[in-house]
């Protein structure tokens, strides 16, 4: 049974285009499966996490990362009687905007932007489903519900807030203006998303050979966990059960984040009793992880950046990745038609000063944004001839 301040379908802020309901689908039912037959979607498999597309089969790539975060949100949300359907949606668009090679290819097409706007990514996998995504005859992108796009906005600029304030007056921009909070459906997928990359990150790290066992026995979080596996199957301590012991370990962490957030999050609401999903908008975020949980993942965020996020090997392959990035954007601005046919003429309508359209260095860094981690680096080749991995 749906809680109080649960987000209901039945009480949309609703589309930005009108749309008949459907017969046998809520509203966020229907979001969920329009981003899941999405371009963008699709393009995931193929978008790195840590190690880029090519390092190896078994990494984390974007979707399979959305897959997990939907699948822990919707498991809290189920405790916690809030609506799983948004929880999905979200969850599953939350990386729509993602560049190539992960949050390098972020920060290089944001250095790229920076006199033409600059660049954001949760503000680009919004304008994803608004505007990018080609699918339907009445409207450019997927047309979703207020409530999904307001979860896929995870953070924006003031500069950018305003922009939509005045395009959507009252819209998802606005509660960055106010001060308010998303749904609690967008709180979840917030801490979602954490928990999902932390243990992931964990089991590539260890995969890939640049985080030892021995390294995670200073993170209280990990460690506690492998030490009670080993007491209850000592079999796991057998060189060749590593495997098994580091994934039951990552397995007990995981379960024991999902039941802090639920357990903390009810006592939080129980005490501030929302009586509506807009009255918990306005109190301060109620999605939390106890007081002891919040210090033990700072530390294990901490041992992953020191560890595996500042890896040479690491810093060397983006490294190769940022250079990627800047030479394609200096190729495209310069040579607009070596881009896509639709993209190509979107570039040649903002060359044209059309008002209507974007700029040139927008429409080249929407599309560079949208590419997979191998397109990129085969563009990059066939336009520089250079190959920077082999």
């Keep these: 049974m749906p809680a109080a301040y649960a987000s209901d379908p039945a009480q949309t802020r609703g589309r930005r285009h009108l749309e008949a309901a459907a017969p046998t689908r809520t509203e966020y039912q229907r979001d969920r499966d329009r981003i899941v037959h999405s371009t963008a979607f699709r393009r995931l498999v ?103 796009r307001e979860g896929i906005l995870k953070r924006c600029s003031l500069t950018n807030a305003r922009l939509l304030e005045a395009q959507e007056p009252g819209g998802v921009g606005h509660r960055f203006l106010e001060g308010t909070q998303p749904s609690l459906e967008a709180q979840l997928c917030n801490l979602a998303d954490e928990i999902a990359y932390n243990a992931h990150d964990i089991d590539d790290g260890v995969r890939s050979g640049l985080i030892r066992l021995d390294q995670l026995a200073a993170v209280p979080l990990f460690e506690e966990h492998c030490q009670q596996a080993l007491r209850e199957h000592a079999r796991l301590a057998e060189p060749l059960a590593r495997r098994r012991l580091l994934y039951e370990s990552i397995r007990r962490m995981l379960s024991a984040q999902v039941y802090d957030v639920i357990a903390a999050t009810a006592e939080r609401l129980a005490r501030t009793r929302p009586l509506s999903a807009d009255a918990a908008r306005r109190m301060p975020p109620q999605l939390c992880f106890s007081a002891a949980m919040q210090e033990r993942s700072l530390a294990l965020k901490k041992c992953l950046f020191q560890n595996l996020y500042r890896h040479p090997q690491v810093m060397q392959t983006m490294g190769h990745a940022r250079q990627v990035i800047i030479e394609l954007f200096q190729c495209y601005c310069a040579a607009p038609h070596e881009m896509q046919a639709v993209h ?8 044209a000063g059309d008002a209507a359209h974007d700029s040139l260095p927008r429409v080249v860094a929407d599309y560079i944004a949208g590419m997979t981690d191998r397109y990129a680096s085969r563009e990059h080749e066939r336009l520089t001839g250079k190959r920077l991995w082999v």
């Design 46 to 148: 193929y978008k790195t996490q840590v190690f880029l597309n090519h390092e190896g089969d078994l990494f984390r790539t974007r979707l399979t990362h959305s897959l997990e975060v939907a699948q822990l949100g919707r498991s809290i949300a189920r405790a916690l009687g809030l609506n799983e359907d948004l929880v999905e949606a979200i969850a599953l668009a939350h990386d729509l905007g993602h560049t190539p090679y992960g949050h390098v290819g972020q920060d290089a097409l944001n250095e790229c932007m920076q006199a033409h706007g600059g660049f954001e990514h949760n503000l680009q996998s919004l304008r994803v489903v608004d505007r990018l995504e080609e699918r339907y005859p009445a409207f450019d992108g997927l047309n979703l519900t207020f409530e999904t």
């Design 344 to 351: 190509a003429a979107r570039a040649s309508a903002a060359l």
